[in-house]
């Protein structure tokens, strides 16, 4: 089990914990905002456990089936949590329109706030080493439970102050709106997610300034060539796949161009992890005088 597959295990560990102790939070209370809260819980650790699913199937090694690898299972990993984010915004929705109907007393509310602190700062804490590995390893799946996680810590938060407010007010229907408030963030994260995971699904293209560092290592390492056009980069999980066509003078021996292209290669290896690259020679009549001018 890799690294990554060992995080996103503890992540089912940490949303179980985090699970019960905002549970007995909610029961304790009766509140609909700290139901709400619970309630994103329980999406955390299907979410925790579509990831470990993803990150198995992602680390399989390329096959003939599958010739460029799996990596790309957990962009449909993050989609999924997208979804199952939606779920339960669109169930705290219901809950906060019965409450609101029906507004309840909150009992015993500064132990069930209490509670909710300890579970919020559990996931931050876990929040912060999911973002941290995820872009150590270059994890969509990583990267993307760190948000969820992250979005619900940001909910716990409002969530204390809600409640805290309107025991203090004695306003028994913010607790609702409270809740209301919370599905509309949820549902926010979770559009998001999937907005971003579809990118990579479609090959989306690397930040913009990835794609300026590549073509300046190809102007830097291409001496002997005369240009680099046709540079097409795409994201598929961990790995960036670059393609471009190099040309070089007619003259030029195959060795001597096959060696520009292998400097080229473990430039960009060097300066940035996880690329598959493949590059394209063409003689001089092929130059079209735009991309990467090296002469």
């Known amino acids: 089990m890799g690294k990554a597959e060992r995080i996103a295990a503890g992540s089912i560990g ?6 019960a ?9 009766g509140s609909a ?3 709400s809260d619970a309630l994103e819980s ?9 990831a470990l699913i993803a990150l198995r199937f992602a680390s399989r090694p390329a096959d003939a089936n599958h010739p460029f690898g799996h990596d790309k299972a957990e962009f449909f990993a993050a989609v999924i949590e997208g979804v199952l984010i939606v779920v339960a915004a669109l169930s705290i929705f219901l809950h906060a329109w019965k409450t609101w109907q029906n507004p309840q007393p909150i009992l015993m509310p500064y132990e069930g706030l209490a509670l909710n602190a300890v579970a919020t700062a559990i996931n931050a804490a876990w929040a912060v080493l999911l973002f941290r590995n995820g872009r150590v390893l270059r994890s969509p799946t990583l990267k993307a439970d760190a948000k969820h996680l992250m979005a619900d810590v940001v909910t716990s938060v409002g969530v204390t102050i809600g409640v805290f407010l309107a025991v203090q007010t004695g306003y028994l229907p913010l607790d609702p709106l409270l809740a209301a408030a919370t599905a509309v963030h ?5 559009a ?3 907005w971003e995971s579809v990118g990579g699904l479609m090959d989306a293209a690397p930040e913009l300034k990835v794609i300026e560092r ?4 190809i102007a830097e390492q291409a001496a002997g060539a005369i240009e680099a056009h046709d540079l097409r980069t795409r994201h598929a999980g961990r790995l960036t796949f670059v393609e471009f066509h190099l ?9 001597d161009s096959h060696d520009i292209c292998d400097r080229i290669e473990t430039a960009l290896k060097t300066d940035m992890d996880h690329l598959v690259i493949t590059i394209h020679v063409e003689p001089e009549g092929k130059a079209k005088q735009t991309g990467v001018l090296v002469l």
């Open 214 to 217: 590549i073509r300046a290592v």
């Open 192 to 194: 998001s997610m999937i």
């Open 33 to 35: 905002a700290l139901y």
């Open 186 to 190: 949820v549902l926010w994260s979770g």
């Open 14 to 19: 940490i949303g179980i914990l985090v699970l």
């Open 247 to 255: 040309v070089v003078p007619g003259a030029m021996t195959v060795a």
């Open 21 to 29: 102790i905002k549970g007995a939070a909610w029961w304790i209370t």
């Open 42 to 50: 329980t999406v955390n650790i299907a979410a925790a456990v579509v």
